[in-house]
């Protein structure tokens, strides 16, 4: 609830609100400005998540485990933000935003901030205190939405009513767009407040020998990290510099970022495939480290990648089947950009199951291999990219995702078998891989007039998957216990 519930509010009203209020160009801004939030946020939390939870088990003192790693994020946030700020001006050249230096101010302090918050969030996990986890979080997209609607709606809305309105000392029509991003820092410091009782409560203790050796387990995951975030940005932040702009075009730029903004709307309706990923993701990690040591945990692990691919399918086809309803939570301007939809929901997918093999290498403490995979799928994505986006556009860039994720997959898998081998049920996957886009294809080969007997064929689609999932579950739970 406190991954899919925040992510859930904010898709279902800042996307659709965002599309509706934002020229494609102008989403494409945010597009493109997140891509660099995400790729810095790996950055500046430097794998130490994953290894907190890891010394966290292996520890006895965990409060020591705690202050260091906070000791550590709180330090290089705040050079971070310093940096950032005094270097403003020349970071907004740099990535072609010369006349907004504002945005690298804000994102810097957004970053920052999150990047320091990161751990308390991770020490509620690690204690399973998913309440107030889920709360926090919630407060947070909240916070945001409520004053982008403020900033975006409402002030504009009642300046106009009344040009004389004390509105006009705190609402500047002239930084439009810029609001996103204030009511983005805006919730990211009240998470800050939220957490200090958190934060605060345990005694300062800090290791620098405890600190090392989570940097020697933490570096890989770094490089994994920031590998991985190639895989899943470097599209957007590549994109103004790839694709190919037709003949007539007088407006270059706009039409770049209006691909972009396309591109990042149609990106977000994979959004139910990203929440439960993520979900399961704050929720594996600390699992699979707390299980590691029963007799069963490989048949566990295998089972959790099983379940977590029939859910993952059944989104797929959720999503797909019924793309037509899916498609008003974004803009019409935005909905040429369909047909990619199925592609990203595809390579999310695979994302998911590579974290899912990714236990083998945590586990075994050989996180080099997981950098090396990572760095195996950024180079993938990156040349991909290259030679996809320039001729097909966006669409290229949906197909670099699913070949970099596929790639990644295969090597993790036959690696994992090597080192710390899991013995899943491929046969049954498979079988789920090939029902599902059996039922997709079909689909698509033999539409359906859209209406009412569509959806009853839609409807019944999903519940063959079901069925066929449930009986073939039951009956290979009936062969182990007989």
Not at 134 to 154: E, G, H, P, R, Y
């Amino acid at each position: 609830m406190g991954t899919i519930v925040p992510r859930l509010l904010n898709y279902l009203l800042l996307t659709p609100f965002y599309t509706r209020i934002f020229l494609e160009g102008e989403y494409g801004i945010i597009t493109e400005l997140y891509a660099y939030v995400a790729f810095l946020m790996v950055l500046l939390t430097y794998g130490m998540e994953t290894s907190f939870f890891r010394f966290a088990e292996s520890e006895n003192n965990k409060s020591k485990v705690f202050t260091t790693t906070m000791t550590s994020l709180f330090f290089t946030s705040v050079v971070f933000v310093v940096l950032a700020t005094v270097f403003s001006e020349n970071i907004a050249s740099l990535i072609s935003y010369d006349s907004h230096p504002e945005y690298i101010v804000y994102f810097a302090i957004i970053v920052g901030t999150d990047a320091f918050t990161a751990i308390p969030f991770a020490q509620l996990r690690q204690q399973n205190r998913a309440f107030r986890f889920a709360w926090i979080k919630i407060i947070n997209v909240s916070v945001n939405i409520f004053f982008n609607f403020f900033f975006l709606l409402l002030c504009p809305y009642l300046l106009k009513q009344n040009p004389d309105s004390f509105i006009g000392s705190i609402y500047d029509p002239g930084i439009g767009i810029g609001y996103a991003f204030i009511s983005n820092l805006i919730a990211s410091l009240v998470t800050l407040i939220l957490l200090f009782p958190d934060i605060f409560k345990i005694s300062f203790s800090f290791d620098p020998r405890l600190l090392k050796r989570m940097f020697a387990y933490g570096l890989p995951l770094l490089l994994v990290g920031l590998f991985g975030m190639v895989n899943e940005v470097s599209d957007k932040i590549l994109f103004r510099f790839l694709i190919s702009v037709p003949e007539g075009i007088q407006d270059k730029d706009n039409y770049i970022m209006s691909q972009l903004g396309i591109y990042g709307a149609n990106y977000r309706l994979a959004v139910l495939m990203t929440l439960f990923i993520q979900m399961f993701r704050y929720a594996a990690e600390p699992f699979f480290f707390s299980h590691s040591r029963e007799e069963n945990a490989r048949s566990l692990y295998a089972s959790v990648m099983k379940y977590f691919i029939i859910f993952c399918l059944l989104i797929f086809l959720s999503v797909t089947l019924f793309l037509d309803i899916f498609k008003y939570f974004i803009g019409s301007d935005f909905r040429s950009g369909l047909g990619i939809v199925p592609i990203i929901l595809l390579a999310n997918l695979l994302l998911g199951i590579f974290y899912n093999l990714s236990v083998w290498y945590k586990l075994t403490d050989k996180t080099r291999f997981g950098a090396l995979i990572a760095f195996t799928g950024a180079l993938i994505t990156v040349v991909l990219n290259v030679i996809f986006v320039p001729r097909y556009g966006y669409t290229g860039a949906a197909w670099a995702h699913l070949a970099c994720y596929f790639s990644m997959v295969i090597i993790s898998f036959f690696l994992g078998r090597k080192y710390y081998r899991i013995n899943y049920d491929l046969q049954n996957i498979l079988l789920y891989f090939m029902l599902a886009l059996g039922i997709y294809f079909i689909s698509v080969r033999f539409p359906i007039p859209e209406g009412f007997a569509q959806y009853i064929m839609h409807v019944f689609y999903l519940i063959v998957f079901i069925l066929f999932a449930f009986l073939l579950e039951k009956r290979k739970y009936r062969k182990e216990f007989q």
